[in-house]
């Protein structure tokens, strides 16, 4: 039995939501009526407390965390393989990028490097007019801390938003990002200053 809330758009952009509530649940008003018949069973709270949750057994909670993690710590050799071709062309764009960074050149230069080398390795090309616009394409000048976060995520809200469809008809591959939907994303970070000849990876010495 699962109860929900009404589904916000922003609940359907950043937690891939669905645009309406699945099949088979019930609104979480009638959350606290379904409780009271079942008073005296054992209950254990997986997630964080909330409002209305009842009295419940934190050892029997514990032990189902802990069963649910060993569960979802176990990957298929699809998954697994496909983790390790992200790892491997991010590892190459991350390299590449670094040898780029000193004072004078500027954030669209190297997002542009960057994403070549991504391409280069095995990245899905795709036909565009241009590159996305950055927040902001400043000169690098030493003492600047730029981050190098590369990151790809397949969500449904996204990527079956008929308004986003008709605006990026000509950019994005929409049929090979409705069959990566199972796959989720990922983002791998490195913190880097720009120093008078060159750089610094603040980051290096921690493991991605």
Request: aromatic share 8%; hydrophobic share 40%.
């Amino acid at each position: 039995m699962e109860f929900v809330a009404p589904i916000t758009r922003e609940e359907r952009l950043w937690e891939g939501a669905a645009d309406t509530e699945p099949v088979g649940t019930n609104p979480v008003g009638e959350f606290a009526g379904w409780l009271e018949k079942r008073e005296g069973r054992p209950v254990a709270l997986l997630g964080a407390p909330f409002e209305q949750a009842p009295a419940h057994d934190e050892g029997l909670g514990e032990q189902l965390r802990r069963q649910l993690n060993r569960l979802r710590r176990a990957k298929d050799e699809l998954e697994l393989e496909r983790m390790r071709f992200v790892e491997r062309a991010t590892a190459a764009g991350f390299a590449r990028f670094v040898e780029l960074i000193e004072p004078g050149r500027t954030e669209r230069q190297l997002q542009i490097e960057l994403e070549a080398e991504f391409f280069r390795h095995g990245a899905d090309d795709r036909e565009r007019d241009e590159l996305p616009r950055l927040r902001i394409d400043l000169p690098l000048l030493p003492g600047y801390v730029t981050t190098i976060e590369p990151g790809i995520y397949f969500v449904p809200a996204l990527v079956r938003d008929p308004d986003l469809r008709r605006k990026h008809g000509q950019s994005v591959n929409w049929e090979r990002a409705e069959a990566m939907l199972g796959f989720g994303g990922v983002r791998i970070e490195h913190d880097v200053l720009v120093t008078a000849d060159g750089y610094e990876v603040l980051t290096a010495d921690v493991p991605v």
